[in-house]
């Protein structure tokens, strides 16, 4: 039987066994693979499910073959079928497809009668797997191996008269090494019983049809079948194969169905719209992930043209709104640009390329996706390789090179151009009201990699810096003594300071040489803060590490939110005090001269924060050479 077709342009499984794809198969090995048999089990389905029987069981053994020979009806129609469908591909003739199929059956039916033959002569004493997996390849009754094993199977499993007690029997003959010939044939077998409809109603507890057995075939590919309380069953047996990787075939097969059922013009659920929307969305979510989109462009053709049933309009118009429509239903950044890229690479989307650019662009603009991805997930390295898969998913995508790499080097700094304008600071002001907890999250995402500018790294060292050394700060580190979940946290903070003051520092821009004349000095505001050395309260276990003695900011880099408090990040004119925060402290009873934080004084000074003002004395600031100095 031929093998059936994957891409974005196939067809799909009607309950009456619709067939609308069947690529070419070139060798016999093609016409007993797993494509292959998807097809024979839909043009065959009733026979099939009649007689309890997977297609591999029919290829393999020559007595259901010569059965099913002998109903002339059914077998000429369906070759029929199958020839009619591969004559609409370029340069194939109907005719000529039905003699190749006619000839495959033929050798089919003499190599599995002369198996079976073969077998009669096998000494007795072990089963007949056995007796092939011991003999050497060469001297197999047929000399194929591959082949006569899967006969063994076939007439191993011919007693079995349900599919649950087929798919018991196969469970029992899993071996536990994982290269293994047999493993390859059993996989192949459970493919055909969760590819097949009426198995998986037997299976899982008689479910409805429609899209309800989909989520349950998902939880099973993706190991989330949850365990019973009287241990593994069935299903959880399955789970557990699946979550291990030995049943890459059946993955294939379950994923085809999948596809094919998305795309059919059958309503996924039995009752409202509502519940046909709720099950595309659970479907959407089990394929879609952060790591990609399992099944491709094809399953991501198949999600579109099942949004677009939804739609009253059909056709081209409707594919177009259903690539924007969907695409806004994905809340998570990463999954949104991993629809995008892989739908831009189907066939039908070649004329809506300019709506997926313009989609993509969307996202990276939405600011509120920017910031679930950042502050939603607790690690920060996951959020580093999701968006790294995700710059190269768009490189790797179908749309136009200067497109391409213009969006991906977009969504590469969508991290940096958050922290840059203050955006990070501010929503996890608003988030998370302990300080302690916030500059964790801060200093986390400072060491992760995930912000690579260096103006962006520096507004951040800065404020996390900032923050450390202010008293409240000090107070509320030392209050912790008595909460071990509390000496946990600063313990983490310690760590996460030492790890930020032994990064590199942004390389700072050099500052003009100095100009003297007349009175007065050439002043640089570099908008930066000279940080004086962080003191760590004691608390009980806990030592600051030695590093933080020494642990400094030099000034952002060009274009680091310009405009911005240092402090806070909100607007802020360049030498005035923030409304918000009050940075930098001036006390108001005196009059005098306050340099602004990060002023650049003779090319070798640096004005820090003000340390403190006696009643006639200039106000104190600490300075980088490691003396106080005297703004004056």
């Known amino acids: 039987m031929p093998a059936s077709r994957t891409p974005a342009s196939a067809g799909a499984i009607g309950p009456a066994g619709a067939l609308d794809e069947a690529v070419l198969c070139h060798t016999l090995a093609d016409y007993h693979g797993g494509p292959a048999r998807m097809v024979i089990g839909i043009v065959l389905r009733q026979h099939l499910d009649g007689l309890v029987l997977t297609p591999t069981e029919l290829i ?39 003699r190749a ?9 003499a190599k599995a009668r002369a198996a079976q033959t073969a077998f009669s002569g096998l000494a ?48 029992q003959l899993f071996p536990a090494e994982r290269q293994d010939a047999l493993s390859v044939a059993l996989d192949e077998v459970v493919g055909d019983v969760l590819a097949s409809p009426g198995a998986t109603q037997e299976l899982f507890g008689g479910t409805p049809a429609g899209g309800s057995p989909l989520v349950t075939l998902c939880n099973l590919l993706f190991g989330r079948v949850p365990m019973e309380a009287f241990g593994p069953n069935r299903l ?67 999600l579109t043209v099942r949004y677009s049933r939804r739609l009253e309009q059909g056709g081209a118009s409707a594919y177009r709104r259903s690539i924007v429509g969907l695409s806004e239903t994905q809340p998570d950044l990463i999954c949104r640009i991993h629809y995008l890229t892989g739908v831009s690479a189907v066939p039908a989307a070649e004329r809506h390329l300019g709506e997926v650019v313009d989609a993509l662009d969307a996202a990276l603009k939405n600011e509120l996706l920017v910031e679930n991805m950042v502050l939603q997930t607790p690690d920060t390295a996951l959020v580093r390789q999701a968006l790294t898969g995700a710059v190269e998913a768009i490189r790797g995508s179908a749309l136009a090179d200067h497109d391409r790499e213009r969006i991906a080097t977009r969504a590469a700094s969508v ?46 060292r800065q404020h996390i810096l900032e923050t450390v050394r202010q008293p409240p700060f000090q107070a509320e ?14 313990r983490r903070l310690y760590e996460l300071l030492d790890r930020l003051s032994q990064m590199p ?128």
């Open 60 to 98: 393999h053994n020559s007595r259901h073959l010569k059965a099913l020979q002998a109903k002339a009806t059914q077998m000429e129609s369906a070759l029929g079928r199958i020839a009619t469908v591969q004559a609409r591909l370029p340069g194939q003739e109907a005719k000529a497809r039905r």
């Open 101 to 109: 199929l006619d000839n495959a059956v033929s050798e089919t039916v």
């Open 124 to 171: 007795r004493g072990r089963t007949l797997i056995e007796s092939i997996l011991r003999s050497a390849p060469a001297k197999s009754p047929t000399g194929d191996a591959v082949f006569d094993l899967r006969v063994a199977l076939s007439m191993e499993l011919e007693e079995c008269r349900t599919w649950t007690s087929k798919l018991d029997a196969v469970m």
């Open 236 to 302: 959880g047996v399955l789970n557990g194969l699946f979550r291990q990787g030995r049943l890459p075939a059946a993955r294939a097969m379950v994923l085809e169905r999948i596809r094919r059922q998305l795309r059919a013009p059958q309503p996924l659920g039995r009752g409202t719209a509502e519940q046909e929307a709720e099950l595309l969305r659970t479907l959407m979510g089990h394929l879609l992930s952060p790591a990609g989109l399992t099944g491709g462009a094809a399953m991501a053709d198949a």
């Open 415 to 460: 991290v940096d151009e958050f922290v840059r304008r203050g955006r990070l600071v501010q929503r996890l002001r608003q988030i998370e009201p302990l300080p302690r907890r916030r500059i964790i999250r801060l200093a986390e995402l400072a060491c992760s990699g995930l912000v690579g500018d260096d103006a962006a790294l520096s507004v951040l």
């Open 477 to 490: 580190l030392a209050g912790a003594q008595g909460d071990d979940i509390a000496q946990a946290e600063v």
């Open 505 to 632: 520092l942004p390389s700072a821009k050099p500052s003009p040489p100095a100009t003297h004349g007349g009175t007065g000095a050439a002043f640089e505001p570099c908008g930066a803060t000279a940080l004086p050395t962080v003191v760590a309260p004691p608390v009980r276990g806990i030592a600051p590490p030695v590093s933080l003695a020494a642990v400094t900011v030099e000034a952002p880099a060009a274009g680091a939110a310009p405009g911005l408090c240092p402090a806070c990040f909100v607007p802020k004119a360049p030498r005035e005090a923030c409304r918000d925060c009050g940075y930098p402290v001036r006390v108001q009873n005196r009059a005098g001269v306050h340099l602004l934080p990060g002023t650049r004084l003779l090319g070798r000074y640096l004005v820090g924060r003000v340390l403190g003002q006696g009643d006639s004395a200039p106000p104190i600031s600490a300075g980088t050479n490691g003396f106080r100095s005297r703004s004056r």
